[in-house]
């Protein structure tokens, strides 16, 4: 089984500071919350990034001062949402990646988000998907239902250059797949050979994914974005604390934490 890849999606587009006092949202907050989360364990940053009143945003400058700000703390990789919030819409989305992070999540399909629709029409992941290729950078497949797997390959058969194939799944969203006790094994097992695996349960969700994961072979993201809470009733003092928790179940089940130079190689990022 490979070391153990832990992401922190550290702030989302979603949570409110009313709902998560300890949510980073400025540089300097988000670069020592990286700092705090790549010495717990982390290797990846997923990024979303927030105005100056804390809303979800794509501004091009907002990622650009995050980015820099993870890299003057850290050696994580750094991942541009290319979902942003369902409100965003095509042009703001594919912005941000003129700065070449390097990697960006990619949603292959269309999906009910809560009363919203997460909107994905096959268009514009193929564009997104063509100019992650073009910038090389490296995709994660975002996977909300079974069906974006299907979707996920035909975008690497159609446009691939032969890259490594890694994917997420979301599970638990309302809307999305739920995080049935067997979606794990169903997901996993329709995927590609050699391809690698990562997963987040949403809300309560959380903890059960996180240990089917560990204990199957696949990753695991944890962080704000999906989970504010560490027991009921008890919010997150911090997004290391998540990352934190991760690495103590993975070590209670007897399986290293990749470094960042281990999750470079596994999955092909530069
Ligand atoms: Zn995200």
Known sequence: MDPLIITVAGIGAELTREQQPNLPLSP???????????????????????????????????????????????????????????????????????????????????????????????????????????????????????????????????????HHRHYDFVLGVPGGMPAWPDALDFLASHLPAGASWSCTGIGRAHLPVATAAIAGGGHVRTGFEDVRFVAPGELAASNGQLIRRVAEMARTQGRPIASREQTRQLLGVQ
């Not at 073009?134 to 974006?148: S, T, Y």
Request: proline share 4%; with cysteine; net charge negative.
């Open 28 to 162: 300097d907050e988000i670069a020592s919350d990286a700092a705090d989360c790549a010495e717990a364990g982390a290797s990846i940053y997923h990024l979303h990034v927030r105005d100056h009143e804390g809303r979800p945003t794509m501004q091009v400058d907002r990622f650009r001062a995050a980015m820099e700000a993870i890299r003057s703390q850290t050696d994580l990789i750094v991942q541009f949402t290319s979902g942003g919030a369902v409100s965003d819409d095509e042009e703001a989305r594919i912005a941000p990646l003129e700065l070449r992070p390097e990697m960006a999540s990619l949603t292959t399909g269309t999906v009910n988000f809560g009363e919203e629709v997460f909107w994905n029409p096959f268009s514009l992941v193929t564009r997104f998907y063509m100019r992650m290729q073009q910038l090389e950078i490296v995709p994660e497949f975002e996977i909300f239902e079974a069906g974006m797997i299907a979707s996920a390959e035909r975008l690497y058969v159609e446009h691939g250059d032969g």
